[in-house]
C-alpha cells in the first residue's frame, strides 16, 4: 500500500517537474536575450520563472547547465522535423523549403537571442558560442545526412562539399531575418520571396538536376 501510494506520488510529481523546467528555460531566454549570458543571474532567472533560485540549482547544477537546456530548446523543432527522413518527400526542393521555414521560424521566434549571441561572441567567444555550436552540429549533421542521401539518389553533386553548403545555406537564412529586423526598410521583395529564393538559388548550386527541377 505505503509503495503504491509512493510510486502514485511520484508519477505525479512528473509533469510537474517538467513543467517547472519548462518555465525556467523560458524564463533563461527572456533575460538571456535582453541581459546578455554574463548579466543573466540565476537569482533573476529564478524569479521571472516564479520559482526559488534553490528550485532553479535542483534543475540544473549551474548556468552553463541551463545554457545547454536553452539551446536544445530552441533547436527542438527542427530536430523533431529532421528525425524521421524516411518520412520527408525526397523532393530536394521541397524538402529543403521546409526545412528553411522550420529554420527561419525559429530564428524569427528567438531573434533577440540570436542577437545576444552574436553580440556575446565578441566578448566572450568561448562561453557564448561552444553550447550553441555543439547543439547546432546536430542539426547540421542531419541536414547533411539528408544531403548524402540526395548524393546516392543522384539529386545533389557528388563533389559538394555538404558541411560547407549547409553552412552556406543556412547562413543566408540568419543574414535575411537579421537583416528584416535590423532594418524594417522595404527591400523591395517579401520575406517568402526571400525565402524561396535562397532555397532555389542553393538547389542551383548542389544539384546536377538543377535545370529540370521545378523552380517557383
Request: aromatic share 6%; charged share 25%; proline share 3%.
Amino acid at each position: 500500500m505505503l509503495a503504491s501510494t509512493y510510486i502514485s506520488k511520484m508519477n505525479d510529481s512528473k509533469p510537474r517537474i517538467a513543467k517547472t523546467r519548462d518555465r525556467l528555460i523560458k524564463a533563461a531566454i527572456t533575460v538571456m536575450s535582453t541581459e546578455g549570458i554574463i548579466g543573466a543571474t540565476t537569482r533573476e532567472i529564478a524569479r521571472i520563472a516564479g520559482v526559488s533560485e534553490v528550485t532553479l540549482f535542483r534543475h540544473f547544477e549551474n548556468k552553463e547547465q541551463l545554457l545547454s537546456a536553452v539551446a536544445e530548446y530552441v533547436t527542438a523543432l527542427q530536430l523533431e522535423a529532421l528525425a524521421n527522413q524516411q518520412e520527408w518527400t525526397q523532393d530536394l526542393r521541397c524538402d529543403l523549403l521546409h526545412y528553411a521555414w522550420l529554420y527561419n521560424n525559429m530564428l524569427e521566434e528567438h531573434e533577440a537571442l540570436v542577437r545576444m549571441f552574436i553580440g556575446e561572441a565578441q566578448r566572450h567567444p568561448q562561453e557564448a558560442l561552444r553550447v550553441f555550436q555543439q547543439a547546432g552540429l546536430s542539426l547540421r549533421e542531419k541536414l547533411v545526412v539528408y544531403l548524402q542521401a540526395g548524393v546516392k539518389r543522384g539529386d545533389v553533386h557528388p563533389d559538394v562539399d555538404l558541411p560547407l553548403a549547409v553552412d552556406l545555406f543556412t547562413g543566408m537564412l540568419l543574414s535575411g531575418m537579421l537583416r528584416r529586423h535590423a532594418a524594417p526598410i522595404p527591400q523591395g521583395y517579401s520575406r517568402d520571396r526571400y525565402i524561396e529564393d535562397c532555397v532555389d538559388l542553393f538547389v542551383r548550386g548542389i544539384s546536377p538536376l538543377a535545370a529540370n527541377i521545378n523552380m517557383q
